[in-house]
């Protein structure tokens, strides 16, 4: 497995790390034991970062995580950790909470439910707005002191908020939406994180799925899932985005690849300081994803790829309008960009 470094500072994991949200949450009905077998599989493999959210099916994810763990080298094992977003019974998203003793409280609820005495990356999953990033990043600072934490984190902030958490305490990682249907980043998130040597963790390589090349107008899409409601899956937005993956499965094609390995393989291409984070929930898709890591992309591949999909290409916004307007990453651009 071809590693990387997490920040300028480490700590060094796999090149791609295995997000589990969706073996919990968002999308739909998720089957346990094979998420279990799939986060066995990368390990197996070599993978080296798991990433969850306490509040992926409310403390499930962890759990889940807990058990697969069992008997495995948990040293060996970068977890990271996201908290803040607050959930009621139903699974309705009902506010965050930055503040410092929501964040003592959290980590210990996660360290628990993990069955660990760290998390190796502890961040906020959204800002919180009432509560100054300072306060928040103060609190896990306390708690990388105390040995419960080894780097902090950042998650969906904007660039500003990265300098002020940053001066602070070292942040280790931001973890954004990056793909070839995401590409905000470029113009000033990526540069500062750069500038102060923090990394970058790249969520929705795939776009949800969407640039996978196993979606389709006809796919099923059960209850609960994200996929439902997000924009760039409705109406003529999704034919818009599927004729871009059509394009994109022709220069895949030309690379015996396919979409979904050309998708990650651009990421991974975008920089030493991005670690994509794959979404697989089943083993076929964690072993097609792993196989992203074989693609070689040369400057005529790369130049193909852009022109298949030119940055701004997406139809529709990545997350609904209320949660967009909830996102410090987008405060400041147009509507809808
Ligand atoms: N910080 C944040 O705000 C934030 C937000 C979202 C996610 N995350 C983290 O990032 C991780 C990845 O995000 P994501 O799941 O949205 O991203 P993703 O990897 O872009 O999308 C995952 C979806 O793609 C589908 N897919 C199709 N082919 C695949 C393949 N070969 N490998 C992997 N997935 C394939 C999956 O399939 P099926 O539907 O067929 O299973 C799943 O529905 C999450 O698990 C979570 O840990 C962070």
Same mark, same amino acid.
């Given at each position: 497995?071809?590693?990387?470094s997490l920040s300028s500072a480490g700590p060094v994991?796999?090149? !791609?790390?295995?997000?589990?949200?969706?073996?919990?949450?968002?999308?739909?009905?998720?089957?346990?034991?094979?998420?279990?077998?799939? !986060?066995?599989?990368?390990?197996?493999?070599? !993978?080296?970062?798991?990433?969850?959210?306490?509040?992926?099916?409310?403390?499930?994810?962890?759990? =889940?995580?807990?058990?697969?763990?069992?008997?495995?080298?948990?040293?060996?094992?970068?977890?990271?950790? *996201?908290?803040?977003?607050?959930?009621?019974?139903?699974?309705?998203?009902?506010?965050?909470?930055?503040?410092?003793?929501?964040? *003592?409280?959290?980590?210990?609820?996660? =360290?628990?439910? +993990?069955?660990?005495?760290?998390?190796?990356?502890?961040?906020?999953?959204?800002?919180? %707005?009432?509560?100054?990033?300072?306060?928040?990043?103060?609190?896990?600072?306390?708690?990388?002191?105390?040995?419960?934490?080894?780097l902090?984190?950042?998650?969906?902030?904007?660039?500003?908020?990265?300098?002020?958490?940053?001066?602070?305490?070292?942040?280790g990682?931001?973890? !954004?939406?990056?793909?070839?249907?995401?590409?905000?980043?470029?113009?000033?998130?990526? %540069?500062?994180?750069?500038?102060?040597?923090?990394?970058?963790?790249?969520?929705?390589?795939?776009?949800?799925? =969407?640039?996978?090349?196993?979606?389709?107008?006809?796919?099923?899409?059960?209850?609960?899932?994200?996929?439902?409601?997000?924009?760039?899956?409705?109406?003529?937005?999704?034919?818009?985005?599927?004729? =871009?993956?059509?394009?994109?499965?022709?220069?895949?094609?030309? *690379?015996?690849?396919?979409?979904?390995?050309?998708?990650?393989?651009?990421?991974?291409?975008?920089?030493?300081?991005?670690?994509?984070?794959?979404?697989?929930?089943?083993?076929?898709?964690?072993?097609?994803? +792993?196989?992203?890591?074989?693609?070689?992309?040369?400057?005529?591949?790369?130049?193909?790829?852009?022109?298949?999909? %030119?940055?701004?290409?997406?139809?529709?916004?990545?997350?609904?309008?209320?949660?967009?307007?909830? +996102?410090?990453?987008?405060?400041? *651009?147009?509507?809808?960009?």
């Amino acid at each position: 497995m071809i590693t990387r470094s997490l920040s300028s500072a480490g700590p060094v994991v796999s090149s !791609i790390g295995l997000g589990c949200m969706g073996m919990s949450d968002f999308y739909g009905t998720a089957d346990e034991s094979e998420s279990i077998a799939t !986060i066995h599989a990368a390990l197996d493999a070599g !993978i080296t970062l798991l990433d969850t959210g306490d509040y992926y099916a409310a403390g499930h994810n962890e759990l =889940l995580i807990s058990r697969a763990l069992r008997g495995r080298d948990r040293d060996g094992v970068a977890i990271s950790v *996201k908290f803040g977003l607050m959930r009621a019974p139903d699974g309705a998203v009902v506010g965050v909470d930055g503040r410092p003793p929501a964040v *003592k409280n959290s980590l210990a609820y996660s =360290l628990r439910r +993990l069955g660990t005495d760290h998390v190796d990356v502890y961040r906020l999953g959204r800002l919180d %707005p009432s509560v100054p990033i300072e306060e928040t990043v103060g609190a896990i600072a306390e708690m990388v002191q105390a040995g419960f934490v080894r780097l902090i984190g950042l998650s969906e902030v904007g660039a500003a908020t990265v300098r002020r958490a940053h001066a602070v305490h070292t942040i280790g990682d931001l973890q !954004i939406e990056y793909s070839l249907l995401s590409r905000d980043i470029e113009a000033e998130i990526l %540069p500062t994180c750069r500038e102060l040597g923090v990394g970058v963790t790249a969520y929705g390589v795939l776009s949800r799925g =969407l640039l996978s090349g196993h979606w389709s107008r006809g796919r099923d899409v059960t209850q609960g899932d994200f996929r439902n409601t997000a924009p760039r899956f409705s109406g003529e937005n999704l034919d818009r985005n599927l004729s =871009l993956v059509d394009a994109l499965r022709a220069v895949a094609d030309a *690379k015996s690849a396919t979409v979904a390995q050309i998708a990650i393989a651009w990421v991974l291409h975008r920089g030493e300081d991005i670690v994509p984070l794959v979404g697989a929930r089943r083993r076929d898709r964690l072993a097609e994803a +792993l196989g992203a890591l074989e693609v070689r992309l040369s400057t005529d591949d790369l130049a193909a790829i852009e022109r298949a999909v %030119p940055p701004g290409a997406a139809a529709g916004s990545r997350y609904q309008e209320a949660q967009m307007a909830a +996102l410090d990453s987008e405060r400041g *651009k147009p509507a809808g960009s």
